[in-house]
């Protein structure tokens, strides 16, 4: 079975800082990871996937998320956020079998100040 | 837009009452998944179709149903609505038939009041 783990329920941050928001999963086997974003009163899109390759993986509107298989993170960071970036950010992970599984994390409130 | 269309985007309804929300997905995508949005339980997983066939439950309650039909697109029922079962109803599609898996679109969801 999976898991994801999103240990910051709510992050806060200045506009225009950095920000990291982070992603720990537990499997037993191999897995495909994903950020999703939700703005209010929206569904969720993707933000970036991790399915092979380079373990650091660049999605829409500036972010990016690195997998470390071995701490089992799939953190996701932007170097300078925007006020619109606010919104709730969820992790995903799916086993890499045929059940087109995807297993959320409780998800992360990113709030940007100006 | 997403490409997975949801009907009604707003549906208010009273306690005892029976609705019907309606998924169809996006377009040559087998896979249909149901999820419960809400502030106390967060994003929960209903229930998935694959090509007309139940793939896999998640906390579904029994008041609950759904089915995927010919035309791939997919229902969820539910009956003796009561207040908790206030929510966001997000439906997904995935799986284009040889395309391999790249996760999920999401719908714009139905928001669901019970008065």
């Known amino acids: 079975a999976q898991s994801v783990t999103q240990l910051d329920s709510q992050v806060p941050v200045f506009e225009e800082a950095p920000v990291e928001l982070r992603c720990n999963y537990s499997?037993?086997?191999?897995?495909?990871l994903f950020w999703y974003v939700q703005y209010p009163n929206q569904g969720l899109q993707l933000l970036l996937k991790?399915?092979?390759?380079?373990?650091l993986v660049k999605g829409i509107n500036g972010f990016e998320a690195e997998f470390n298989k071995s701490q089992t993170s799939f953190h996701l960071r932007k170097p300078s956020v925007h006020i619109s970036d606010t919104a709730e950010y969820f992790c995903?992970?799916?086993?890499?079998?045929?059940?087109?599984?995807?297993?959320f994390g409780s998800g992360t409130r990113l709030l940007v100040r100006p | 837009d997403s490409g997975v269309t949801q009907t009604p985007k707003h549906l208010i309804t009273a306690t005892g009452q029976r609705v019907t929300l309606r998924c169809s997905p996006r377009?040559?995508?087998?896979?249909v998944y149901w999820y419960q949005q809400s502030l106390d339980q967060g994003l929960q997983f209903l229930i998935q179709?694959?090509?007309?066939?139940?793939?896999a439950k998640g906390n579904i309650l029994e008041r609950f149903s759904a089915q995927q039909f010919p035309d791939l697109h997919s229902e969820l029922n539910l009956s003796s609505l009561e207040l908790g079962d206030s929510a966001l109803y997000f439906c997904?599609?995935?799986?284009?038939?040889?395309?391999?898996?790249?996760?999920?679109?999401f719908g714009s969801g139905t928001r669901l009041t019970v008065v």
């Open positions: 997904a599609s995935s799986t284009s038939r040889g395309s391999g898996f790249y996760g999920y679109t």
């Open positions: 499997s037993s086997v191999s897995v495909y």
């Open positions: 991790y399915l092979s390759g380079s373990t």
């Open positions: 179709y694959y090509n007309g066939e139940e793939r």
């Open positions: 377009s040559g995508d087998l896979s």
């Open positions: 995903a992970v799916s086993p890499m079998d045929s059940s087109y599984k995807l297993i």
